[in-house]
């Protein structure tokens, strides 16, 4: 049986708000801490090999062992543990660490895999054009859909968040689904020295080539719409059928029309390079008030701990940037495949009418509103039963 909380001592692990407690207060913790910590209580019956944490926390990405070992020591630094009492953590020497402590919740049984998926997936990497490391995913069988990348994701962690395992869930369990992390965030390579629109189109390319795709629907969400538009457009021959959600052709900058307008585009950029990488969510909640509006105080407190885990403050303020410009209109123009576009009726931070607005630019595109208010659809919304509904009936044709 698994819980979302693993209970020891005066602590409790929560992997599905991310977050450490300790006597009922919240303990911070880097996200890299925490995914160590959480993968050495899981499988706490057994020593946890250093090639293991690799691969768990950084993807089998080679960071070094004193990467390893500042994270076990921050995470003994939380529990008010240390190297030479070692009350929770281990060190098992010349093979990894284990954890030691005693957990009070008898409905708990560790896992030998990552921390708590709910989707068999697998994730591997390719190469961009540019030689930056991509991870990617491929869960479900059946016929194949490709989403087009778009930030706050992280393949490992979007099966456990509420944010984003719906998706994963649901269209796995009739496609073939393929995702990966952008670069700049997730386990893809966030050290990224190009970072421009063109460079994301050419990072699909290299995803679904290095999958040997031939023809195959593909499926855009919010930025990563206007991605799915300009490859579709210069590849009319691998795409078969387009779908887009919350989508956009022009950025905050560019359809701005008035100095309202270019100061609420101006203040994504100032809450990112002030509240990203703080302790304090109130900053990052205003991202929440706009994505997610009509989910609950849980759906906010999983959108705060994705967007930490996800990206760094610095590669969240070179995102929103690039967002803000982003211009298709031209490319949309040039869209040959039938296309689907579903856009929430009271979405905040796409308002209704770009939505609409794209549709119309894409030669004899169906538009279908979605009752709701999030940009982000949600589990539990009408509007994600709606848009499961027409993208199983528009892909069958």
Known sequence: MRTAEIVFGEFVLDSQRYELRRDGQAVPVEPQV??????????????????????AVWGGKFVGEAALSSRIMAARRALGDDGESQRYIKTVRGRGYQFVGTVTDPAVEPSSGDVA??????????????????????????????????????LRYDVESPV????????????????????????SDWDAP?????????????????????????????QGGAVAVAYAARHPERVSRLVLCGAYARGRAVRAVGPEERRAAALDLDLARVGWGHDDPAFRQVFAAQFIPGGTRE??????????????????????EQFAHIDVRDLAGQVACPTLVMHAR??????????????????????????????LLTADEPAWGTFCAELDAFLAG
């Open 34 to 55: 925490f995914d160590v910590l959480a993968v050495l209580v899981v499988n706490r019956r057994r020593c946890v090999t250093k090639q293991e944490l690799f691969e």
């Open 117 to 154: 998926p709910t989707v068999e997936q697998r994730v591997a990497f390719c190469r961009a054009a540019d030689g930056l490391r991509l991870a990617y995913a491929v869960a479900g069988e059946g016929p194949p859909l490709v989403r087009a990348g778009n930030w706050m994701t992280h």
């Open 194 to 222: 190009g970072f421009t629109f063109d460079d994301w189109v050419d990072d699909l390319a290299s995803v679904v080539d290095s999958l040997e795709l031939d023809r195959f629907p593909l499926l855009g969400v919010s």
């Open 299 to 320: 759906d906010w407190n999983s959108f705060d701990h994705l967007q930490r885990r996800t990206t760094s403050a610095e590669n969240a303020v070179r995102f929103l």
């Open 346 to 375: 009271g979405d905040r931070r796409v308002p209704l009418q770009y939505g609409e607005e794209l549709a119309t630019l894409i030669p004899r595109a169906r538009f279908v509103p979605l009752e709701g208010d999030n940009h």
């Open 164 to 187: 984003w395992r719906h998706w994963v869930r649901d269209l796995s369990q009739r496609y073939r689904y393929i995702r990966y992390d952008e670069r700049g965030c997730g386990l």
